[in-house]
């Protein structure tokens, strides 16, 4: 299964009822592309630059479904729907929709949707990853190896037992790292100003304010949404609060993860930090730009990284599939998806 793919072609099946032309901008799994072209939706698949969705590349098509790569910012949203074409539904596969203008589909008449539950489980396990990969220099070790050196004092890392976790956003993947940290033996702390009330009184330690979690926690976790609030929330003034002594009193320096969005760490802010040694580790899966091949956190030997694979398992796509043909099919039906975001039709 590919993630994306550049290659254009059309399958069509005619059927009595409803047959939406489907346009996949960013490569879909193959069993729900063939179980929608089963049902007589048409499936297009293949990637649209900027300057063609916004000169209305996707005016024929009634439904979009597109990854982080595919941005659909104002201009492309009324260029394609409305009176300008016939676009009516946006389904993001993956849970962030800070790709789409949702206020601008509104406006436009446009469904916007996403799959919530679907990548959960595998960006819960990547975050654990860079977790346990920081503290215990596995990728640092494996590059020394890979250059002929036997590091092995040099390599002595810190366990994750003993240790405050600190989640920026307490979502539903920042809730399943909680469960596994906990289980790791770590203390778990969170900020979350839109929490659920219903979650608040969880077996956790509540902050109030963004300084506070990072002036605590030694190893923090970044959960939340990027917006105007939350970019660059993680920066050097609030890697220069944490305490590098655990909760234990080992001295385990500091540590951050960020599988969310990319643009809430302030990237040159952070490689300052690990520069300086205010930060001992820094992992990243996702980019204020992508792809991030010449970024310049990659020449420092304490960061890690990996190319926004969050979602990228072949279970988290599976699951997408199946979610966005439960979505379809609501809109066949003339219903108002569980999981639209701006409850239109």
């Not at 024929?60 to 009516?88: H, P, Q, W, Y």
């Not at 926690?217 to 002594?245: A, G, K």
């Not at 385990?252 to 930060?279: T, W």
């Not at 990228?312 to 219903?335: H, K, L």
């Amino acid at each position: 299964m590919a993630l994306q793919t550049r290659t254009i072609f059309i399958i069509s099946l005619t059927i009595e009822g409803f047959m939406a032309r489907i346009a996949v901008t960013d490569g879909i799994d193959e069993n729900a592309a063939e179980s929608l072209r089963e049902s007589g939706h048409e499936v297009v698949i293949g990637h649209h630059d900027a300057n063609s969705l916004e000169s209305g590349s996707l005016a024929d098509f009634d439904i979009v479904i597109i990854r982080s790569a595919t941005k659909m910012v104002k201009e492309a949203i009324i260029a394609n729907s409305g009176g300008n074409g016939s676009l009516k539904m946006i389904i993001r596969a993956g849970v962030g929709v800070d790709n789409i203008d949702i206020d601008s589909a509104t406006s436009c008449g446009v469904t916007v949707c996403n799959t919530p539950g679907a990548s959960t489980n595998a960006v819960v396990e990547l975050t654990i990853g860079h977790l346990l990969s920081s503290v215990r220099n596995i990728v640092r070790s494996d590059r020394k190896m890979r250059d002929g050196v036997w590091a092995k004092k040099e390599m002595r890392g810190s366990e994750l037992r003993g240790k405050r976790l600190g989640l920026i956003g307490y979502g539903r993947i920042a809730r399943g790292v909680a469960e596994i940290a906990r289980g790791l033996g770590m203390e778990i702390h969170a900020y979350d100003p839109y929490m659920s009330s219903d979650l608040i009184n969880g077996n956790f330690t509540l902050h109030e304010e963004v300084d506070s979690i990072f002036k605590k926690c030694t190893h923090i976790s970044v959960h939340c949404f990027f917006s105007d609030e939350t970019r660059h929330m993680v920066n050097l003034r609030r890697v220069s609060l944490m305490p590098r002594i655990g909760a234990d009193g080992i001295e385990c320096g500091n540590h951050i993860v960020n599988c969310a969005r990319g643009g809430i760490v302030n990237e040159g802010e952070i490689l300052e930090a690990l520069k300086s040694g205010k930060l001992s580790s820094a992992a990243l899966d996702v980019f204020e730009n992508e792809p991030a091949t010449g970024n310049s956190l990659l020449e420092h030997d304490r960061f890690s990284s990996t190319p926004h694979t969050g979602a990228a398992t072949w279970e988290a796509q599976a699951r997408i599939g199946s979610e966005i043909i439960s979505i379809v099919e609501e809109f066949e039906e003339g219903r108002i998806p569980a999981s639209a975001l701006n409850g239109l039709l």
